[in-house]
């Protein structure tokens, strides 16, 4: 399958993103927790998107945002498993699980 991508300027999206870092440790601090401010690798972010569409274009649009936030999740319990896992092993993560989804026929 052929996949059209938009090349935002990098410099764009990073700052959006190290800006978006800062609010959620912010947001945190206001709760009591000091958090480094989460970060996103560009691997992680491309794989991110790419289970987004799965899931729009195979089960349903609204389940994009949540599906990559379940992947979170999941990213961070990996982490919290106990073995060491950098960012190319949590793209690999990601990306299995979302050629399982598309293997899956649609809803």
Known sequence: MLLAVVKLPS???N???VDLGRRWAA???RRGATIEPP???PN???ELLELARVAAHTKERRF???SCFLAGVAAERLRSAGKPVDDAAIAAYVKEVR???ERMPPL
Do not use: H, I, N, Q
């Open 99 to 101: 050629d399982e989804l």
């Open 39 to 41: 970060t996103l690798d």
């Open 11 to 13: 410099r764009l999206v």
């Open 27 to 29: 947001a945190a601090k």
């Open 64 to 66: 994009a945002p949540l």
């Open 15 to 17: 700052e959006f993103f």
């Open 44 to 46: 992680v972010a491309l």
